[in-house]
């Protein structure tokens, strides 16, 4: 094994010599221009010598620049986006970023869904298609996403495969607007996001952008902790075809086809496909997931409209073990990986959308999304419950009677309620299922008109989803005879809810450098739930509407060309989930009132950005209301307890510094140092549990030759607590991982080792109090390696 002297002094060998062949190269300066909302190269751009001469782009952005001396002034123009004028001090510029011109240009239209830097008032992160391509082997999103400032990542496998999470500034995923293509992803009812039903969706991603905060209004649905929106790509400017294989640690495989027809139709149609399937054993024992996945996209470009369509169909078939390993074990290579057969998660989810813009004139244009989703599936797991009148303990004789009861089986004994005299044993398979499926449309339309832009707009959203659970495979040979069919269903909901939003948002320039927007949403939300009478159910019939008003408010101050400062508030709203209301599954449960939950987000920050060098800073405060929180639910496997908390605040600092001097390498830094607090109540002043402190990330990107390109990645996380009396601890750590890509004509390799140094470290966890305290922690992978091989045609 390598030491770490070894490989810090061989990474610096490395560099040195990088910067040495920079210095031996030709008089000249070169460069690649890509946009800054998409990432996609920058065609055909200007490339102008202060004292006369220059050159162009070509169709990968890229250009070659012969000068006289060393620095020399260029300016880049473009009709698209805006002029920028930077100061070459080495022949590699590296990888310029161009503002869209937003407010006018005649031949590009920027959403107001998009941040854009210098022009919203917002902390964002644009992960490029280049950054995901170095990053992405075989992960799902979000462990990708944790290297974005305030963003924490897990996985329950422990290895990133299978069921895995995020969190925005100690926001979970379920507080977070999750987007594909601009359609909402988050579960209706539950808000929570299931990456693991879009398996392999980074490949066909240009670009993914994460908006920390409150965002705009024109997601349509209020976020809280932020926002992620993975925008696809169509192919390629010619046909191809591309496969990739790949193999690693715990038995993980990847296989992906793509085939793209280049455009066609006089350059009007451009289409692709994708076949992938991913598969892993997990790190933790019984947390194996397969995951397939077929997307079709269809683009149209015609002279003033666009339409984009994509579908993607994605199944996963996932074991996992709903509970944590015990702390006292979580140091121990094998205990902390212990488990047993437990779950089997089996879901199927189709999104189809299609994408429309009109560019009316140059001052108005009108954008729609629509979209239609359905998903349909089942966990699984094995259930029993015995009695032995030899123990002689009444009580297990009355736990029977109740298993009986909640499975609605009780009417096919006729000795019920169970005497007590005669021992009986009783299993069989359950399985609790969800279809469902959901559409809408989120036509916006926009006026741009000298230093003024309005867009207004609304979403129109429909869902509904069929809850039921069935039980089969009785141990009871004479049950199931008397049970006809193969499935016996012990309860059956359904939930409908209709959502209408509508916005306005503006955008204002009173002086040169002085950028001012607002924007107001309302959203009608009805929900209606119909609980079938099936045995001991109690068939409630339940209905709630809610209105909200939110409104928001930001400034952004430009100072010179590459420095920004902006301020925002904004205040969001949001119904409960419905399992705050009702579990409706449970026939003992009675349907309460739960609360809206609402924030109220104040933030400042300010960046530079220079031809070679970024730097941000970014702070925020948010009181939170209603806020509800959640544990593991230790008498039922596969739920959470629910709780609410009055009061809670969150606030932060973000930095985030990058760096890159030639094309050899390339340096970024990021951190967050945050505090996440109970504010009111019995527990004011304690941490909320599982959120991390501090975060802190850094990569180092070196390409000593044209075909190689080494990444080597640190990520801290600082400790959390894991329950809300802040008693139990889930220390800190710090991992480092690396990679290699090796790329030619039309092969490429990748290979990827993480947690280099092998470091025991825990993920998130649970504590509760019975007879004493008791700790849990889900374990993160030791060492483990991954390599693909990728064939372009």
């Given at each position: 094994m390598?030491?770490r002297?070894s490989?810090l002094?061989?990474?610096?060998?490395?560099?040195?010599?990088?910067l040495?062949?920079?210095?031996?190269?030709?008089?000249?300066?070169?460069?690649?221009?890509?946009?800054?909302?998409?990432?996609?190269?920058?065609?055909?751009?200007?490339?102008?010598?202060?004292?006369?001469?220059?050159?162009?782009?070509?169709?990968?952005?890229?250009?070659?620049?012969?000068?006289?001396?060393?620095?020399?002034?260029?300016?880049?123009?473009?009709?698209?986006?805006r002029?920028?004028?930077?100061?070459?001090?080495?022949?590699?510029?590296?990888?310029?970023?161009?503002?869209?011109?937003?407010?006018?240009?005649?031949?590009?239209f920027?959403?107001?869904?998009?941040?854009?830097?210098?022009?919203?008032?917002?902390?964002?992160?644009?992960v490029?298609?280049?950054?995901?391509?170095?990053?992405?082997?075989?992960?799902?999103?979000?462990?990708?996403?944790?290297?974005?400032?305030?963003?924490?990542?897990?996985?329950?496998s422990?290895?990133?495969?299978?069921?895995?999470?995020?969190?925005?500034?100690?926001?979970?995923?379920?507080?977070?607007?999750?987007?594909?293509?601009?359609?909402?992803?988050?579960?209706?009812?539950?808000?929570?996001v299931?990456w693991?039903?879009?398996?392999?969706?980074?490949?066909?991603?240009?670009?993914?952008?994460?908006?920390r905060g409150?965002g705009?209004?024109?997601y349509?649905?209020s976020?809280?902790?932020?926002?992620?929106?993975?925008?696809?790509?169509?192919?390629?400017?010619?046909?191809?075809?591309?496969l990739?294989?790949?193999?690693?640690?715990?038995?993980?495989?990847?296989?992906?086809?793509?085939?793209?027809?280049?455009k066609?139709?006089?350059n009007?149609?451009?289409?692709?496909?994708?076949?992938?399937?991913?598969?892993?054993?997990?790190?933790?024992?019984?947390h194996?997931?397969?995951?397939?996945?077929?997307?079709?996209?269809?683009?149209?470009?015609?002279?003033?409209?666009?339409h984009?369509?994509r579908?993607?169909?994605?199944?996963?078939?996932?074991?996992?073990?709903?509970?944590?390993?015990?702390?006292?074990?979580?140091?121990?290579?094998?205990?902390?990986?212990?488990?047993?057969?437990?779950?089997?998660?089996?879901?199927?989810?189709?999104?189809?959308?299609?994408?429309?813009?009109?560019?009316?004139?140059?001052?108005?244009?009108?954008?729609?999304?629509?979209?239609?989703v359905?998903?349909?599936?089942?966990?699984?797991t094995?259930?029993?419950?015995?009695?032995?009148?030899?123990?002689?303990?009444?009580?297990?004789?009355?736990?029977?009677?109740?298993?009986?009861?909640?499975?609605?089986?009780?009417?096919?004994?006729?000795?019920?309620?169970?005497d007590?005299?005669?021992?009986?044993?009783?299993?069989?398979?359950?399985?609790?299922?969800?279809?469902?499926?959901?559409?809408?449309?989120?036509?916006?339309?926009?006026?741009?008109?000298?230093?003024?832009?309005?867009?207004?707009?609304?979403?129109?959203r429909?869902?509904?989803?069929?809850?039921?659970?069935?039980?089969?495979?009785?141990?009871?040979?004479?049950?199931?005879?008397m049970?006809?069919?193969d499935?016996?269903?012990?309860?059956?909901?359904?939930?409908?809810?209709?959502?209408?939003?509508?916005?306005?948002h503006?955008?204002?320039?009173?002086?040169?450098?002085?950028?001012?927007?607002?924007?107001?949403?309302?959203?009608?939300?009805?929900?209606?739930l119909?609980?079938?009478?099936?045995?001991?159910?109690?068939?409630?019939?339940?209905?709630?509407?809610?209105?909200?008003?939110?409104?928001r408010?930001?400034?952004?101050?430009?100072?010179g060309?590459?420095?920004?400062l902006?301020?925002?508030?904004?205040?969001?709203?949001?119904?409960?989930?419905?399992?705050?209301?009702?579990?409706?599954?449970?026939?003992?449960?009675?349907?309460?009132k739960?609360?809206?939950?609402?924030i109220?987000?104040?933030?400042?920050?300010t960046?530079?950005n220079?031809?070679?060098?970024?730097?941000?800073?970014?702070l925020?405060?948010?009181?939170?209301?209603?806020?509800?929180?959640?544990?593991?639910?230790?008498?039922?496997?596969?739920?959470?307890?629910?709780?609410?908390?009055?009061?809670?605040?969150?606030?932060?600092?973000?930095?985030?510094?990058g760096?890159?001097?030639?094309?050899?390498?390339?340096?970024?830094?990021?951190?967050?140092?945050?505090?996440?607090?109970?504010?009111?109540?019995?527990?004011?002043?304690?941490?909320?549990?599982?959120?991390?402190?501090?975060?802190?990330?850094?990569?180092?990107?070196?390409?000593?030759?044209?075909?190689?390109?080494?990444?080597?990645?640190?990520?801290?996380v600082?400790?959390q607590?894991?329950?809300?009396?802040?008693?139990g601890?889930?220390?800190?750590?710090?991992?480092?991982?690396?990679?290699i890509?090796?790329?030619?004509?039309?092969?490429e390799?990748?290979?990827?080792?993480?947690?280099?140094?092998?470091?025991?470290?825990?993920?998130?966890?649970?504590?509760?109090?019975?007879?004493?305290?008791?700790?849990?922690?889900?374990?993160?992978?030791?060492?483990?390696?991954?390599?693909?091989?990728?064939?372009?045609?």
């Open positions: 390598i030491s002297k490989f002094v061989s990474l610096s060998l490395i560099i040195i010599w990088s040495s062949v920079q210095l031996n190269a030709e008089l000249s300066v070169w460069g690649q221009l890509a946009s800054r909302e998409t990432g996609k190269p920058i065609a055909y751009a200007n490339i102008i010598l202060e004292n006369g001469g220059g050159t162009f782009s070509d169709e990968e952005g890229k250009f070659v620049l012969d000068v006289n001396r060393l620095p020399v002034i260029l300016t880049i123009s473009h009709i698209a986006f002029d920028t004028m930077i100061e070459a001090n080495n022949r590699d510029i590296g990888i310029l970023y161009l503002s869209a011109n937003v407010l006018y240009g005649k031949d590009i920027v959403t107001a869904t998009r941040a854009v830097e210098g022009i919203t008032p917002v902390a964002f992160s644009n490029t298609a280049a950054e995901i391509k170095t990053r992405y082997t075989v992960e799902d999103v979000p462990m990708i996403l944790a290297m974005e400032p305030g963003v924490y990542s897990y996985s329950e422990g290895n990133g495969t299978g069921y895995s999470y995020v969190q925005i500034r100690g926001f979970d995923q379920s507080r977070i607007a999750v987007m594909l293509n601009n359609v909402p992803l988050n579960d209706n009812e539950s808000y929570q299931y693991v039903d879009h398996g392999n969706i980074l490949d066909d991603a240009a670009n993914v952008q994460i908006q409150i705009n209004s024109l349509g649905s976020a809280f902790g932020g926002s992620i929106n993975v925008q696809t790509v169509v192919g390629s400017e010619k046909p191809g075809a591309e990739e294989i790949g193999g690693g640690s715990y038995n993980t495989s990847k296989l992906n086809l793509k085939v793209s027809s280049g066609f139709w006089n009007r149609l451009n289409t692709s496909v994708r076949l992938s399937q991913i598969g892993s054993d997990g790190y933790r024992d019984y194996n997931s397969f995951q397939q996945a077929a997307s079709v996209g269809l683009d149209y470009y015609g002279q003033k409209v666009t984009e369509f579908a993607l169909i994605g199944y996963e078939r996932t074991h996992l073990d709903w509970w944590g390993v015990p702390v006292e074990d979580i140091n121990d290579r094998q205990l902390r990986k212990a488990g047993y057969k437990s779950y089997i998660d089996d879901f199927k989810q189709q999104v189809y959308s299609i994408n429309s813009q009109w560019n009316i004139n140059n001052n108005l244009h009108l954008s729609n999304v629509g979209y239609f359905k998903g349909e599936g089942y966990y699984e094995e259930k029993s419950s015995a009695y032995d009148p030899a123990v002689g303990d009444i009580s297990a004789c009355d736990e029977f009677n109740a298993f009986l009861q909640s499975y609605n089986l009780d009417g096919y004994y006729p000795g019920y309620p169970w007590g005299k005669a021992a009986m044993e009783l299993g069989f398979t359950r399985r609790k299922w969800i279809v469902n499926d959901y559409f809408g449309v989120i036509p916006t339309l926009t006026y741009l008109k000298d230093k003024f832009r309005i867009d207004l707009g609304g979403e129109l429909f869902y509904r989803g069929d809850h039921f659970g069935e039980i089969s495979n009785f141990s009871d040979e004479e049950l199931s005879q049970i006809t069919g499935w016996y269903r012990y309860y059956r909901y359904i939930g409908d809810k209709r959502i209408g939003t509508a916005f306005i503006t955008t204002v320039n009173p002086l040169r450098n002085l950028r001012i927007v607002g924007d107001l949403q309302y959203q009608t939300i009805n929900w209606q119909d609980q079938k009478k099936i045995g001991y159910a109690p068939g409630y019939q339940l209905n709630a509407d809610w209105q909200f008003l939110n409104p408010f930001g400034m952004i101050y430009s100072i060309k590459d420095w920004s902006f301020a925002n508030y904004g205040k969001a709203q949001r119904e409960p989930a419905d399992n705050r209301i009702i579990e409706a599954d449970d026939i003992w449960g009675k349907p309460v739960a609360a809206a939950e609402a109220h987000d104040l933030e400042l920050g960046s530079i220079k031809s070679i060098w970024n730097a941000s800073i970014n925020y405060r948010i009181r939170y209301f209603n806020e509800q929180l959640k544990n593991i639910d230790i008498e039922q496997e596969g739920e959470y307890d629910y709780y609410q908390a009055g009061k809670t605040l969150h606030r932060g600092i973000e930095v985030e510094f760096f890159r001097q030639s094309k050899y390498w390339s340096l970024n830094l990021n951190g967050s140092f945050s505090e996440h607090v109970f504010s009111d109540g019995e527990l004011k002043g304690n941490r909320l549990p599982n959120v991390p402190g501090i975060l802190v990330n850094g990569s180092l990107a070196v390409n000593p030759v044209s075909h190689v390109s080494l990444l080597l990645t640190s990520r801290y600082g400790k607590y894991i329950d809300d009396e802040n008693i601890v889930n220390p800190e750590f710090w991992l480092f991982d690396g990679g890509r090796l790329s030619f004509k039309h092969i390799l990748n290979a990827k080792v993480k947690n280099i140094f092998d470091v025991l470290y825990s993920t998130s966890g649970y504590g509760y109090e019975w007879d004493g305290y008791w700790a849990y922690l889900w374990p993160g992978a030791t060492r483990n390696a991954f390599v693909s091989l990728a064939v372009k045609l």
